[in-house]
């Protein structure tokens, strides 16, 4: 009966081992700007003459029109769908245009925002390009490494499956405008684990004692068990 014991709890032990799958896409998310799309920018206007946002056909379109600063935009993607999996690294993708116009020296500041509200400090950010495109493109991963220096941007999305994101442009200059098309992110990672089921643990260990028995009672393949 050892055996049979023994076989059975292998059999149980490995069925109840969760196998960990390789990194894979997780999800990809899209925000489309515009008139009647998902994804809608919203804007956080509390400067005193006159920053705005407009939907054009397929764009939001952020502007301020006169001499004011400080123009703030934001969006956020929800990652909860995600919760369980194992996040290693996100892409992001934005396409946009009128970021730099010269020669009024507009600069929009574009942020993946940490865990701080209050400042830029703990953000993934940077600059936003202007290369004269009709549409230009920003493309950057976010990962355990773009963690450094007090960011804690990918940490937060973690802790929050949330990844929230933003557009400040903040130059005491001529109108300031900023075309945003889209945003999307691509997720990387391990899906989450999910045990075998008892039911499944059971079969498993009836089908191993079943071949146990099966073996144990073929005769040898050369008849030496035969009875006379």
């Known amino acids: 009966m050892k055996p049979v014991l023994h076989r059975l709890a292998c059999a149980a032990f490995l069925a109840a081992a969760p196998v960990a799958a390789g990194a894979a896409t997780l999800g990809v998310f899209t925000h489309d700007y515009g008139n009647g799309t998902s994804g809608t920018a919203?804007?956080?206007d509390y400067t005193p003459n006159g920053s705005y946002t407009t939907l054009e056909a397929d764009h939001a379109f952020f502007n301020n029109d006169s001499n004011a600063n400080n123009v703030f935009a934001f969006d956020s993607f929800d990652l909860s769908s995600l919760s369980g999996a194992t996040i290693e690294s996100i892409d992001f993708t934005l396409e946009?245009?009128?970021?730099?116009?010269?020669p009024d020296g507009e600069q929009w500041?574009?942020?993946?925002y940490g865990s701080d509200p209050s400042t830029y400090t703990d953000n993934r950010w940077q600059v936003l390009p202007d290369d004269g495109d009709p549409i230009d493109v920003l493309t950057f991963t976010l990962d355990a490494s773009t963690d450094t220096g007090g960011i804690d941007a990918f940490s937060h999305i973690l802790n929050t499956m949330e990844l929230a994101f933003g557009f400040e442009e903040a130059t005491a200059s001529n109108p300031d405008w900023l075309s945003v098309y889209s945003a999307s992110i691509t997720v990387y990672g391990s899906p989450e684990v999910v045990p075998l089921p008892a039911t499944g643990v059971l079969l498993l260990g009836a089908l191993a004692w079943l071949g146990w028995r099966r073996r144990d009672g073929a005769s040898p393949a050369d008849g030496s068990g035969a009875v006379a």
């Open 42 to 44: 919203g804007v956080d």
């Open 109 to 112: 500041y574009f942020d993946i």
């Open 96 to 102: 946009f245009n009128g970021a730099n116009t010269a």
